[in-house]
């Protein structure tokens, strides 16, 4: 069965670096999605992206979070100068069209 | 009101039992649902697609109740590898999934 990759599984980072998380989605799927959860609570949408744009955004995804689809297979997310309030789990997701099918996520740490 | 509400539990069931989470969802122009289950530190994973007819798969079935803005998740004849959270997800925009916080079920043997 298909699924979501995601690398790295764990990326430990000081604040004010920059990190790129990486996602590999479904093959055949069009439209790419990253969510976050912070340890203990819900999990939320930052962004959504399809034919090469983003189509929506929550307020939390400003000016220091980017999405990029550099070639045919990947799929990222950078954040240009992490805080100590990034720490979470980001989850990628990708659709052909309804549903949405998650990556395992990668954790990052913020020191 | 939260977007999507739900109970957070624990629900504590014996193997066999049989089951219900109830979720409530605030926008009434939403037109798609879906539970989604969670294990402890893991990536959601899509348990059904909720329809407005009902719909069951397996030991699992899903309601949709749009005049009250309620979703139901029924799970029949437990085991333990249910144990679990299950949430509760409203489709937001065109895109966005909103989640709730989810409800924590745990089943014994």
């Known amino acids: 069965e298909p699924e979501v990759t995601q690398t790295p599984s764990h990326q430990v980072t000081q604040m004010g670096q920059e990190v790129i998380l990486r996602c590999v989605p479904i093959?055949?799927?069009?439209?790419f999605y990253w969510y976050r959860q912070i340890l203990g609570q819900k999990v939320e949408f930052l962004v959504s992206?399809?034919?090469?744009?983003?189509?929506?955004k929550s307020e939390i995804f400003d000016d220091q979070f980017s999405v990029e689809r550099p070639d045919g297979s990947n799929f990222t997310l950078k954040i240009r100068s992490t805080k100590l309030e990034d720490s979470a789990m980001y989850f990628c997701?990708?659709?052909?069209?309804?549903?949405?099918?998650f990556g395992p996520g990668t954790r990052l740490t913020v020191t | 009101r939260k977007e999507v509400e739900q109970d957070p539990g624990p629900f504590n069931v014996p193997e066999g039992a049989t089951v219900a989470f109830n979720c409530t969802y605030s926008?009434?122009?939403?037109?798609?649902f879906f539970w989604y289950r969670q294990d402890c530190r893991k990536e959601p994973k899509l348990l059904m697609s909720v329809y407005s007819s009902g719909n069951e798969d397996g030991r699992f079935t899903a309601q949709l109740n749009r005049a009250s803005q309620y979703i139901s998740l029924l799970i029949r004849d437990s085991k333990l590898s249910d144990s679990a959270t299950y949430l509760c997800v409203v489709k937001g925009g065109p895109d966005k999934l909103i989640f709730g916080t989810g409800t924590r079920l745990q089943v014994f043997p």
């Open positions: 992206f399809y034919n090469n744009e983003i189509s929506e």
């Open positions: 997701a990708s659709s052909a069209y309804y549903e949405q099918y």
């Open positions: 093959s055949n799927h069009l439209y």
């Open positions: 926008n009434s122009a939403s037109q798609s």
